[in-house]
């Protein structure tokens, strides 16, 4: 059965540093739990609501996703306990049992006290189940590289919890006693999954197309932190026999960080409080279709939701992964997702260039000037097409 095209609304939702810098809870601490998942529900609610207004046909099915901005769910005076995380998990799991399928939601960011006794920055990424009896999907990564400036805990008044930071380590967190794939064993939290690398994932939409999603936090996209998780998390799948896909989306959560075109993997949406007003648009491929402000959440800040212009999904941006795709995808499909990468990127109809018989052993050899030349006449014919008024409708289309 072929694979139906996979149109994803990207949402926003961004507040400043949760309740960090309140002077008092807004509730007892055995309360915060609650009061984060309250908070929660109400934002999985929103992209709910957004994504039931989408109805899928024989040939597109929608996929709804809400990113949160880094630091929105930071608690105020400790950060969360192993134990209340793994409530908040729990928690979390319950919700995502009630949403329609293909609704994701990027649960960034929070702050927990771990057995290192550092403190992770940590998120959760969340898959609604596809069908009914199936259960949601949810992953647990960390920041790797913490900021000078990024929020800290303090104890006994004048001490400060250490920020992890996967630099000053000499043992990689996931081979260590502290590894999560250890400490949230007793949680709903894919462990050992073949589908993740960090913050890399495989996920499948209700209908069966397959994709990745790479979501970094922060300073780690000007780490190439995102490009090094897709990558292993290609290999990961070849070793487990699984199909790389094509289809990808990248997703960027940070408080002050800008975008650098040659360090995404794919296609980018970008929740930060400070930036995204004009750092993202260009990049996205889309357009905001509303703002809404959220006043009175039940935990942290206000918050500006952004709902942007569904479009068709994207694909890996393999120039800038700088390895050699031929490992990992068909022959016959390399020259294709560039193509196509390239042509979704200008706002194009697939067929609209005829590859060459001889192209495909082109972009096949490791002359990297061959390969350069390749894809210089292709953005040509490319930018010539961009000229004409004909654009693709699903790109473009309303919501």
Request: hydrophobic letters at 35%.
């Amino acid at each position: 059965m072929k694979n139906r095209k996979l149109i994803i609304e990207e949402i926003t939702a961004m507040g400043k540093f949760g309740e960090f810098y309140q002077k008092r809870s807004l509730s007892p601490a055995s309360l915060t739990v609650e009061r984060l998942l309250e908070h929660v529900k109400n934002l999985a609610k929103i992209t709910s609501d957004a994504h039931n207004k989408k109805t899928d046909t024989d040939e597109i099915e929608h996929l709804t996703r809400m990113t949160l901005s880094e630091f929105s769910l930071y608690t105020v005076d400790q950060p969360l306990s192993l134990d209340e995380y793994k409530k908040f998990i729990a928690g979390v799991n319950n919700i995502a049992k009630d949403l329609p399928a293909n609704i994701h939601l990027v649960l960034a960011t929070v702050a927990v006290l771990w057995t290192d006794n550092n403190i992770h920055n940590s998120a959760l990424y969340v898959q609604s189940a596809n069908h009914s009896g199936d259960t949601p999907i949810i992953y647990h990564f960390e920041k790797k590289i913490p900021s000078s400036v990024d929020l800290e805990y303090r104890y006994y008044h004048f001490f400060k919890y250490p920020l992890y930071d996967a630099h000053k380590v000499k043992i990689d967190l996931y081979d260590s006693p502290h590894s999560p794939n250890i400490i949230l064993a007793d949680t709903v939290v894919q462990i050992a999954s073949p589908n993740q690398y960090r913050g890399a994932f495989r996920t499948i939409s209700k209908h069966g197309t397959a994709s990745t999603t790479v979501v970094e936090i922060c300073l780690e996209h000007l780490f190439d932190t995102g490009i090094t998780n897709l990558k292993k998390l290609f290999m990961q799948l070849k070793s487990a026999s699984i199909p790389v896909p094509e289809y990808s989306t990248h997703v960027i959560t940070s408080c002050t960080t800008p975008i650098k075109n040659e360090k995404l993997c794919a296609p980018v949406i970008h929740a930060d409080c400070y930036l995204v007003q004009y750092n993202s648009l260009a990049l996205i491929y889309t357009q905001r279709v509303f703002n809404l402000k959220y006043k009175n959440p039940k935990f942290g800040t206000p918050l500006d939701i952004i709902f942007f212009q569904p479009r068709a999904i994207g694909y890996v941006k393999y120039a800038n992964l700088k390895f050699d795709s031929r490992n990992f995808l068909p022959a016959e499909d390399i020259i294709g997702t560039i193509k196509k990468s390239m042509l979704a990127e200008n706002g194009l109809s697939e067929a609209k260039i005829d590859i060459q018989k001889d192209e495909p052993e082109m972009i096949l050899t490791t002359n990297p000037t061959v390969k350069t030349l390749f894809r210089l006449s292709l953005e040509t014919s490319i930018q010539a097409l961009a000229q004409t008024p004909e654009q693709n409708p699903e790109v473009n289309a309303a919501p």
